[in-house]
């Protein structure tokens, strides 16, 4: 059945509208830079681009929505005229295709009264498989009267943006138009570009609504209570939310309404490095017929992939759909969420492994979304990094951060939920003198509070970070709930925790302008 984008500016022969997964494979291996692993999964290649170009992002800077938006080095601003360029850039790019391209139709956000329609339109077969995977996938009669999108992503990254445009500064570039409803994508064929779109669309539109758009994952236990978890790179999100006990709503992006939790996506896209079925079965199992693994790399003869092998990039990934999970809930929607978890990795070894937030506290935290990298092989780095990242999704952010602190307080109270502050990092020391924290603690600890079992437990207050800490959990040693009891040298203990505590006041700095005095009050207590 033909399908036209003329309306767009696209004129080539064919356009194939969500073609069936092998229709897509047939067309992607008609290219020399795709293949089929041996477990059936798509392999393909984003050429120079691994990952997302965070400073290559614009939006548009229109009348209509510029007083809302949080300007800066997240947002930065780019004209209309420019963006008309772009968009001209693209779909030149789009038509020189050999005589056809692809148009993916399909639903973002699972609640279905703030679901927004979405089309994608692109040149490469393994950009349509991706966003097949992670758009909510219209069924036969949905996609017979889809109608009019809400957005319009033009995808036309094997073209480079011209550094000359007003208000770019390199070849590449992703552009986003809150007036016109479209995104741009040129200079950059890494997939996730488009997945992340569509989440930072989101993170405009559903405040207006009065819904607090979230970078975090969630899951429902038997009972239907929902849990939260956000958390940075390396803090053991995935790990944690999944859970064989608890069915799995989604793993990176949701949102909060009056009605509860709901997944924006249809899909995961899940890190592949070092992946083993071991470790990781649920991931590991959903790699197969209909998943697209990118950038990783394989044996010639079997085409079996290699996930220890980081040559191309360390940012390997594999994106599949919901269904591929075994313990998927779908509709991918939950009740108001019980408890609430905020993971860091502190290397400085100082933040108690679970603390109970205030509201003002859930707040701060939330704003700060800290994290700490460990010393790097660079000469003369010899001790952790902090790293912030507010609302643990800075670079997706469109309001200001404490415009989704405050929907945050007004859920929380709202629905009496528990904030939790969870350290998966270092005890005893520092890294490269403490240790990480034992997974089967953490565990007892997550556990306990899904659980309930702190209700009723006697809670002390950290001197320095003001942290409610339980003294006991089962399962946990009572004197590691206690960060300065596992130190052998307590002034040191001391010296490194108000080191910290400044380090979040001085982070806090940009934001303390437009943050109410509730929020400021959460921080720490030393260094102020």
């Known amino acids: 059945m033909s399908f036209s984008l003329e309306k767009y500016g696209i004129t080539v022969e064919h356009v194939y509208r969500n073609p069936s ?10 290219w020399p830079r795709n293949f089929i692993a041996n477990n059936g999964a798509l392999i393909a290649f984003s050429g120079a681009k691994t990952g997302r170009s965070p400073k290559d992002k614009r939006v548009v800077e229109d009348p209509v929505s510029k007083e809302h938006i949080w300007w800066g080095s997240i947002n930065i601003p780019v004209s209309e005229e420019s963006f008309a360029i772009l968009r001209d850039t693209a779909t030149n790019s789009l038509n020189a295709r050999r005589n056809y391209v692809y148009c993916i139709d399909g639903f973002a956000a699972w609640d279905l009264k703030h679901r927004l329609k979405v089309r994608v339109i692109c040149g490469r077969a393994y950009h349509a498989l991706f966003m097949r995977n992670m758009l909510i996938r219209p069924t036969e009669e949905e996609l017979a009267n889809f109608g009019e ?15 000359h445009i007003p208000g770019l500064t390199g070849d590449t570039s992703v552009d986003i138009n809150f007036k016109s409803r479209e995104m741009v994508i040129l200079g ?3 997939a996730g570009e488009m997945k992340k779109g569509v989440f930072t669309v989101l993170n405009y539109s559903l405040p207006l609504a009065g819904v607090l758009s979230m970078h975090c994952s969630a899951n429902e236990g038997k009972d239907g209570d929902t849990a939260l978890f956000f958390g940075l790179s390396g803090t053991g999100k995935t790990t944690l939310s999944a859970d064989p006990q608890r069915r799995l709503i989604g793993d990176d992006e949701h949102g909060w309404s009056d009605d509860g939790i709901f997944n924006f996506e249809g899909g995961c896209y899940a890190k592949c490095i070092n992946l083993s079925e071991e470790k990781e079965p649920e991931i590991f199992q959903a790699i197969r017929f209909g998943s697209v693994l990118e950038n990783v790399t394989f044996d010639e003869e079997t085409h079996e992939v290699d996930y220890k092998d980081a040559s191309i990039t360390e940012n390997t990934r594999c994106s599949y759909p919901l269904e591929y999970i075994p313990n998927v809930k779908l509709p991918a929607v939950g009740g108001h969420p019980r408890n609430i978890i905020f993971l860091t990795a502190d290397a400085f070894g100082v933040l108690p492994p679970v603390s109970k937030l205030t509201p003002g506290q859930a707040m701060y935290h939330f704003i700060s979304g800290y994290t700490a ?3 790097g092989t660079e000469v003369g780095v010899t001790e952790p990094q902090a790293t912030f990242s507010a609302c643990f999704g800075a670079a997706f952010l469109v309001w200001h951060p404490t415009k989704y602190a405050e929907l945050l307080k007004q859920k929380i109270t709202e629905h009496n939920s528990h904030v939790w502050f969870v350290n998966t990092g270092w005890t005893g020391g520092s890294y490269g003198v403490g240790k990480r924290f034992d997974l089967k603690h953490t565990r007892a600890i997550i556990n306990a509070i899904l659980e309930g079992r702190f209700e009723g437990t006697t809670f002390e207050r950290d001197p320095i970070f003001g942290l409610n800490i339980p003294l006991e959990c ?3 040693p009572a004197q590691a709930l206690r960060p300065r009891d596992s130190w052998a040298d307590g002034a040191a203990y001391d010296e490194t925790a108000n080191k910290l505590a400044t380090m979040f006041h001085k982070n806090f700095e940009k934001y303390k302008d437009r943050a109410s005095q509730e929020i400021l009050d959460g921080g720490p207590l030393a260094g102020r």
């Open 21 to 30: 997964i092998a229709k897509t494979y047939h067309l992607a291996l008609q």
């Open 149 to 163: 999108p809400d957005w319009v992503i033009y995808n036309g990254g094997q073209t480079k943006a011209s550094a």
């Open 188 to 190: 950059s064929e890494y």
């Open 373 to 375: 990298k460990v010393a």
């Open 474 to 476: 089962p399962g946990v």
